[in-house]
């Protein structure tokens, strides 16, 4: 096991390196000039000149390249051109934001699409099994971002049972001292219960429309397996010894549950790069949002920031998943100890 985690951490380590290439060279190689997005286009050559100086874009490209790998192994992933705020202080703060909505929208979409998905597996070929396909077909039609503006429009100015969608805080919450720089992580850290109370309100939509629209995602996945596993040699043999269908059911999602773990972490990073248009929909102050300002603006250091932080967590996600995809399937640890067997063997 310790070989095959190791194994695991040093391709972790080598795609992360890969990453960071990649995150590079494609940002640089997006067209205009970040000297005269800042100036503008009445910018004198002697300013633009003076500007790339600053920013270190006089340099060749294989220089500027050594430089930004040795920051980024050192922690530091550069300023933004236009806030002159580092990179790295921006994401510790905002990514607390953006993972109050993202994993308890997972986790709703994680339940609303097992319990879909069984029910549609149960009753395969039925109207409820059709009613519900065609439920989850016409979520997945609709965009995320037009999901969320149907549900403010249901609970907000309809229903009047969810605050407006202008910010996590309301603006009469209390503000926690400043420990951390991330509203969210103060608010917890000095116990600011009506602040937290504010957040969770003002999360409550972004959660559902995760929930909802991954969900139908989730729920063509579980139906899928599902409905295969329950027509199995092993299933039909546990029925046929008597056991209850509760039992006969969690053996049919234990046959499927490698297949939901890697659909899971697809879904997460998906949603982790798509949080950028929800956030914007709901003036969340996450790390989506803030991505977008800076793609808007040429931002260079911004979009760098994100995409290396989207890639590293996918990669540990992925990571986490091979670890724990051989802790609970004897088969993979059998190939991971034959592989560990053979060069000392060899």
Not at 135 to 161: K, R, T
Not at 217 to 235: H, I, N
Request: proline share 6%.
């Amino acid at each position: 096991m310790i070989v095959f985690v190791l194994r695991r951490l040093a391709a972790g380590v080598g795609m992360l390196v890969l990453l960071i290439a990649l995150s590079f060279g494609l940002v640089s190689m997006i067209p205009g000039d970040p000297a005269v997005t800042m100036l503008g286009d009445a910018a004198t050559p002697d300013q633009i000149a003076r500007v790339h100086e600053q920013l270190g874009l006089d340099k060749p490209l294989p220089v500027r390249f050594w430089d930004y790998l040795v920051r980024v192994l050192h922690g530091d992933l550069g300023t933004s051109y236009f806030t002159g705020a580092p990179i790295t202080h921006e994401l510790l703060t905002r990514l607390p934001n953006t993972l109050v909505i993202l994993v308890p929208g997972l986790l709703l979409a994680v339940v609303l699409g097992t319990a879909m998905g069984t029910a549609a597996a149960y009753l395969r070929g039925r109207p409820a099994d059709r009613g519900l396909s065609w439920a989850s077909s016409l979520i997945l039609a609709v965009p995320e971002f037009a999901l969320g503006l149907v549900l403010v429009y249901v609970f907000y100015q309809l229903l009047h049972l969810a605050p407006a969608p202008l910010g996590m805080v309301d603006p009469t919450a209390p503000v926690p001292p400043v420990q951390t720089g991330s509203v969210t992580l103060d608010a917890f850290l000095s116990g600011s219960w009506p602040t937290l109370s504010s957040i969770f309100s003002h999360a409550a939509l972004p959660i559902l429309t995760l929930g909802i629209f991954f969900a139908a995602y989730f729920a063509k996945t579980v139906r899928t397996g599902l409905s295969q596993s329950l027509r199995s040699a092993q299933v039909e043999f546990a029925r046929a010894c008597g056991l209850s269908e509760f039992r006969v059911y969690r053996y049919a999602m234990a046959d499927i549950r490698r297949s939901l773990l890697t659909y899971l972490v697809i879904l997460f990073g998906a949603s982790l790069s798509g949080a950028a248009i929800l956030e914007s929909v709901f003036a969340w102050p996450g790390i989506g949002g803030w991505s977008l300002d800076g793609v808007l603006k040429g931002d260079i250091p911004v979009i760098q920031g994100f995409v290396l932080v989207l890639g590293t967590a996918t990669l540990g996600a992925y990571l986490v998943l091979d670890i724990v995809t051989m802790l609970m399937d004897p088969r993979v640890r059998s190939k991971a100890r034959t592989r560990a067997v053979k060069p000392a063997t060899a």
